[in-house]
């Protein structure tokens, strides 16, 4: 074979390999999970994740109400109430792994990791963070 023919050949080659890698595409759940998880919410509607959610807080994301200790009230600062749990830092961030809750009579309020909690009396869904109890009311 001559080498010109030859190195004609491996040219198409690479540019038929070069062709099926730039046409294929991912489904958008695999390019999704290759992402990772996605940002919290600012605050948590509980009743949208009764399957629970993983997301990412960002650092220095301890500023909104909370309400609760352990137990979180819906409509409370999601990365705020992380940091309050120990779940993360607030100078680090990080993953973390959201579960629903049944609502609670009360919630009780309290300083923990330099977050401050409010009591409050009354929902109907609360949220916790997996690994740090089981969603149970005081």
Not at 22 to 30: S, W
Not at 54 to 59: A, F, L, S
Request: proline letters at 5%.
């Amino acid at each position: 074979m001559h080498a010109r023919r030859l190195s004609e050949i491996v040219v198409f080659m690479l540019l038929v390999a070069a062709m099926g890698l730039a046409g294929c595409k991912k489904p958008p759940e695999e390019e999704a999970k290759d992402k990772g998880p996605p940002p919290c919410p600012a605050t948590l509607n509980a009743k949208e994740y009764t399957d629970g959610l993983t997301c990412i807080c960002p650092e220095k994301a301890d500023k909104g109400k909370v309400w609760g200790t352990s137990v979180y009230m819906t409509g409370s600062a999601t990365c705020a109430a992380a940091i309050h749990a120990g779940v993360i830092t607030r100078t680090k961030g990080g993953k973390v792994e959201i579960k629903y809750a049944s609502g609670c009579k009360t919630y009780k309020g309290s300083t923990k990791n330099g977050v401050t909690s409010l009591f409050w009396s009354g929902n109907d869904s609360s949220f916790y963070f997996a690994g740090r109890g089981e969603g149970v009311c005081d």
